[in-house]
């Protein structure tokens, strides 16, 4: 089958140009640039007047985070561009384990998107997390022989690897063997830890949040991932990484984003939008979003518009609001006037879906599971951070006299980890500041990376309710207010994803993000999704665990006491 789109003006990722040409397909790969007439093919579409250029490449996500089954993601992603992404599965292996990661396989086996997986690198993330499941070098070198596993997922136990902790090298040396890439993680590292981190094999990194970090990590020579996501919006700090000669070493990625963004707002194309606004080159943006991505991967048939590449194309009305009216998928149109086609995607295996349709196991919990026994002294307090996943603590007094801690006047809340997979009966307990509720408690079974079910609320009765909804939807997100459920969210598959459609599941994010405002919130904060990062301790500087606080810095259990 041959395709011929005629008169495009082609965006060439190779040079950053613009030219006039036609673009020959044969099934699915390209396999001619130029002059040609409708005779050489069995169909053809003028585009003149539209641009063409490359798929996008997502090149670090996160599938569950988007709150949607694979199928779904695949089906809101398609219209913003989103042809290949590069996913890692650790929230349903922190879940479920291999047959989480299983799952994540089949159940993107025949979408129209080339979805890729890396293998998750820490499961759990460190000794301080309780999870579902424990991923050794054993089952990590098991993935590697499968065609869509690209490398080793995010290593975020930094510390780990600077200490030469003997299980993290290993998973880093197996995949050296195999000959595929490490991703990274390691927020704020930089001097001679960072060079360690960097030396042990690791050559990428999404978690700058500044100028100066990037640039360090950069000249070191790490390619840097901007991140333009739902809780951690880096645009803004790293904008003039799209200048050159910066990036030649970029890639764009979204890492988390929730399914009412993706509506509204879009995907990598909206990073490529929010920069050209800041003045930067759409063309830079393009190559960032296709070429880089794919070569940093590995992936050398896409990511570009010549002879012998895959034929993902994306049809452009307009080149700098990167509006995109159709898209092709090895060489299929897919996306038609920005309609996604019908598909068909297979049926996963029972065992698969058995492992993440069935994983919360706890007891009810009363307003007395959250009480805490004061001691002398003041307490360590998470401080969140806008727009932020980086948290910091506080040391202040507390009363814990009428409420227990809490105080709502200076917006100081309480907040609870409670472990979910095994009945364990530990819940972590401690108190933050800046989310800015005034009334109420939110609850959710989406807490990175363990995803244990967290709690933080103005009222332990409150916080009790919004933790009993969710234990009972068998996981998701619950709003409460005076001892009334306002707004749910059920999230079946593995606490993270819901089985719905993605405007129906849009439609639920949009009304519980609303029913948080009605209870307070504070600038720059979505509290679910920040809330979700409380729980990760390898994200400076304080977190809580279902073991208590951590101190990333030191990776050290502390006291809720300072005396």
């Known amino acids: 089958m041959r395709t011929l789109l005629k008169n495009g003006n082609i965006i060439n990722v190779f040079l950053d140009q613009i030219m006039e040409s036609d673009i020959l397909i044969e099934d699915d790969r390209i396999i001619g640039l130029g002059s040609y007439n409708e005779e050489d093919a069995d169909e053809m579409e003028d585009i003149t007047g539209k641009y063409v250029c490359p798929g996008f490449i997502d090149g670090h996500v996160h599938i569950e985070s988007s709150m949607l089954s694979p199928e779904e993601f695949v089906r809101v992603c398609l219209p913003h561009g989103t ?17 989480g990661i299983g799952y994540m396989i089949e159940a993107t086996e025949h979408v129209p998107m080339g979805v890729y997986f890396m293998v ?60 595929m890439i490490t991703n990274g993680h390691a927020p ?27 640039r360090e990590k950069m000249q070191k020579g790490q390619w840097i991932m901007i991140r333009q996501g739902t809780a951690a919006r880096n645009l803004d700090a790293l904008i003039d990484l799209f200048d050159e000669p910066y990036n030649r070493r970029c890639m764009l990625v979204t890492d988390d984003k929730h399914p009412a963004d993706l509506l509204q707002h879009g995907h990598i194309d909206n990073i490529i939008r929010l920069a050209a606004s800041k003045g930067k080159s759409v063309l830079a943006g393009i190559r960032m979003a296709t070429l880089q991505a794919a070569q940093h991967f590995g992936l050398k048939e896409i990511g570009a518009i010549a002879p012998g590449y895959v034929a993902n194309l994306l049809i452009l009305d307009d080149l700098v609001n990167v509006q995109i009216r159709d898209v092709y998928y090895k060489g299929k149109l897919v996306v038609e006037n920005g309609m996604t086609h019908p598909f068909q995607t297979k049926k996963v295996r029972g065992d698969f879906w058995k492992a993440v349709r069935n994983s919360f196991y706890l007891k009810a919990l009363t307003a007395e599971s959250f009480h805490i026994k004061p001691e002398e002294g003041d307490c360590r307090v998470i401080r969140v951070i806008p ?41 972590g307990l401690g108190f933050i500041i800046g989310m800015g509720l005034r009334e109420g408690a939110i609850a959710s079974s989406v807490s990175h990376d363990s995803h244990n079910l967290i709690v933080a609320g103005c009222n332990e009765e409150d916080m009790a309710l919004a933790g009993n909804c969710v234990r009972e939807m068998g996981g998701g997100l ?86």
């Not at 001679?192 to 050559?203: P, S, T």
């Open 83 to 99: 042809t290949t992404v590069i996913a890692d599965p650790h929230e349903i292996a922190n879940v479920a384990g291999i047959n």
């Open 387 to 427: 727009k932020q996943l980086l948290t910091k603590e506080e040391i202040l007094p507390l009363n814990f006299i009428e409420s227990n801690g809490i105080d709502v006047s200076k917006d100081i809340l309480k907040i609870a980890v409670v472990e979910r997979h095994m009945d364990s009966g530990h819940i």
């Open 120 to 179: 998750p690198s820490c499961v759990p993330a460190t000794q301080f997390d309780e999870s579902g499941a424990v991923l050794t070098s054993y089952e990590i070198q098991s993935f590697f022989h499968h065609p869509r596993i690209l490398g080793l997922g995010e290593m975020m136990n930094y510390p780990g690897v600077i200490f030469k902790d003997e299980d993290v090298l290993s998973k880093i040396d197996i995949t050296k063997k195999y000959g």
């Open 478 to 563: 619950a709003v409460v207010r005076n001892g009334q459920i306002i707004s749910a969210m059920a999230l079946p598959i593995g606490g993270l994803m819901g089985k719905k459609s993605a405007a129906e599941m849009a439609r639920q994010n949009q009304e519980i993000r609303e029913a948080v405002a009605e209870i307070g919130s504070a600038e720059g904060i979505d509290p679910f999704m920040n809330l979700a990062f409380v729980s990760l301790p390898v994200i400076p500087d304080l977190k809580l665990t279902t073991f208590g606080l951590v101190d990333v810095n030191k990776q050290e259990l502390v006291p809720l006491f300072v005396k």
């Open 188 to 214: 704020m590292l930089s001097g001679h830890d960072l060079d360690r981190y960097i030396a042990a094999g690791i050559y990428d990194d999404h978690e700058c949040s500044t100028i100066e970090e990037a």
